[in-house]
């Protein structure tokens, strides 16, 4: 059974810069698409960024595109999402998700970890 736990989360300003952690157990990454996604109050949840089972090409939501990075440790089994130039309106729980070569769906997820950032 995969799991996966994120950490990293925090209270920042605008402008600062945050590194969310995901440790996937169960499993290797090459096995698994790893993605973040984001719920604010309120929202729903979004798709924020991925990283392909390959490690190739990566994929981002627009509004955070030239912001945040997203990239593996094969050797640590963790995916990381890089924060920079935060905004107040990124604040959310972070949670990131797994789903395997060929599923369509991510059915692996931690359990979230709160990002606030004030103005």
């Known amino acids: 059974q995969v799991q996966l736990v994120e950490s990293g989360g925090g209270l920042v300003q605008a402008g600062d810069s945050l590194r969310l952690s995901c440790i996937v157990s169960?499993?290797?990454?090459?096995?698994?698409?790893v993605a973040w996604f984001r719920q604010a109050p309120g929202k729903e949840r979004e798709f924020v960024a991925r990283?392909?089972?390959?490690?190739?090409?990566?994929y981002f939501l627009d509004s955070v595109k030239g912001r945040f990075t997203v990239s593996r440790d094969s050797a640590k089994n963790t995916v990381y999402l890089q924060m920079n130039s935060l905004k107040p309106e990124d604040t959310a729980v972070y949670y990131c998700?797994?789903?395997?070569?060929?599923?369509?769906?991510?059915?692996?997820w931690g359990q979230g970890t709160q990002v606030t950032v004030s103005s």
């Open positions: 998700a797994a789903r395997g070569r060929v599923a369509t769906s991510y059915n692996f």
């Open positions: 990283i392909p089972w390959s490690g190739g090409s990566t």
């Open positions: 169960g499993g290797t990454l090459s096995s698994y698409t």
